[in-house]
């Protein structure tokens, strides 16, 4: 009678290749090869996570700083000055999905304590200021309640430090147009008083914005009762498309429209194409160690060829043998994925945390703000971009073994036994 065949990955399977994964004296070197098979596939799927987490942090960080101060919408005049900014302003405000339609005046000056920095004047009403939570939710000193009363100016932070100022003390703004003299015109200069000191934490915004009233501001650029602008934030800036022309409707005459994308379209393409060269330059790192697998099973088949000849004179199929082999392989890099997932997510959950220790122990800042805009290094994990990490390495991982499985199941045990 014959007996019936061995189901696929039968237990002397797995058995076997768990006594192929441990070392011993004679193949030890081969079990070398394996440790840093494990070692590059843990590393290359953990960094791969924390690089993709951390280019995600940055993205999702800059563009919440960038569009929780700066306009989903900038609607600009055309033809003739925006007079009329109060009643755009409200017809605008009424548009469904616009949560806040402020009108500013802006310009550029020098301002100047115990040191000098050049800063971008924006002027707006109180109501405006508190509706912006960026400014609102994040003031250190002083307090904005009574903005337009006080005539006084909001700053950031890293203007405050570099002027050594603090709420109550007097920052000095100079103007490039002033007043027109018979000797031309003079630089207008002003003292204001700093009723407020915010902190975004993004420093490019910290060192340099200054809040002023929206009827200062116009006294003090020379704007005849108009703004620069029309600032419109919507409540989903995904969706600033469907909001163009209901904007475009509701102005009432005739403007230009510049959104987010078009004004930071460079910026974030940049960071886009960084992001998809890193996923591609790490992949790299999962390969290399695939390819290890490949090379440390090759030289197990060859040191086991008088074993697999043996069990095929036993009964052993070609199957079960190339599943020994196969198992053998897919055991380290599922394992060697599975803990660079742990490691991966580990580091992403408590990355500021190693950040400053590592600063702590080098004595060095390794993350300046002003090199990198942010105040702490952000880690964002993406479901999805994971899940594309560990199919990934996975599918490298079982690629790999599956020609040295093929060549121990082509194996001729008549020529393993001669030799």
Not at 5 to 12: E, I
Not at 74 to 99: F, H, N, Y
Not at 108 to 113: E, G, I, K, P, Y
Request: glycine letters at 8%; a neutral charge; one cysteine or more.
């Amino acid at each position: 009678m014959t007996e019936p065949p061995t189901a696929p990955f039968a237990p002397f399977e797995w058995m076997l290749s768990a006594r192929y994964l441990r070392a011993r004296r004679k193949d030890g070197f081969i079990s070398v090869i394996a440790g840093f098979s494990f070692l590059g596939i843990m590393l290359g799927v953990a960094t791969l996570i924390i690089v993709m987490a951390v280019m995600n942090g940055f993205r999702k960080e800059l563009l919440d700083k960038i569009l929780g101060l700066n306009s989903h919408i900038l609607v600009q005049p055309l033809e003739t000055p925006l007079t009329d900014w109060k009643d755009m302003a409200e017809r605008l405000s009424l548009v469904p999905g616009i949560r806040l339609a402020a009108p500013v005046v802006d310009g550029t000056a020098l301002a100047s304590s115990s040191g000098a920095s050049g800063v971008l004047v924006r002027g707006i009403r109180a109501d405006d200021l508190n509706k912006l939570t960026s400014i609102a939710n994040n003031i250190k000193q002083g307090s904005i309640e009574a903005f337009d009363e006080n005539q006084g100016v909001a700053i950031g932070q890293r203007l405050a430090d570099q002027l050594s100022l603090h709420a109550g003390d007097a920052i000095t703004l100079v103007a490039q147009h002033g007043a027109v003299t018979p000797m031309g015109v003079m630089p207008r200069i002003k003292k204001h008083k700093v009723g407020a000191i915010f902190e975004i934490g993004m420093s490019e915004y910290d060192a340099s914005m200054v809040f002023m009233p929206i009827a200062e501001a116009q006294s003090y650029f020379n704007r005849n009762n108009d703004v620069t602008a029309v600032e419109i934030f919507t409540a989903d800036p995904a969706r600033i498309d469907q909001f163009r022309k209901a904007v475009t409707g509701a102005a009432g005459r005739p403007v230009f429209l510049v959104d987010w994308r078009q004004r930071n379209s460079t910026f974030f393409n940049a960071l886009q194409v960084e992001r998809n060269v890193m996923f591609l330059i790490l992949t790299m790192i999962v390969l290399v160690a695939a390819l290890n697998i490949v090379s440390g099973l090759i030289m197990l088949v060859k040191d086991k060829g008088s074993d697999v000849a043996i069990l095929r004179t036993m009964g052993a199929s070609r199957g079960s043998i190339m599943r020994i082999f196969l198992i053998t392989g897919a055991s380290i890099g599922v394992v060697g994925t599975l803990v660079g997932l742990v490691v991966g997510l580990l580091v992403c959950l408590n990355i500021d945390s190693i950040r400053q220790f590592l600063s702590w122990l080098t004595s060095a800042d390794l993350f300046p703000r002003e090199l990198y805009f942010l105040s702490k290094l952000p880690a964002e994990i993406d479901f999805a971009e994971t899940s594309a990490v560990l199919i990934m390495a996975l599918t490298l991982s079982l690629l790999a073994t599956l020609y040295p499985s093929w060549r121990a199941a082509r194996l001729d045990p008549v020529e393993a036994l001669r030799r």
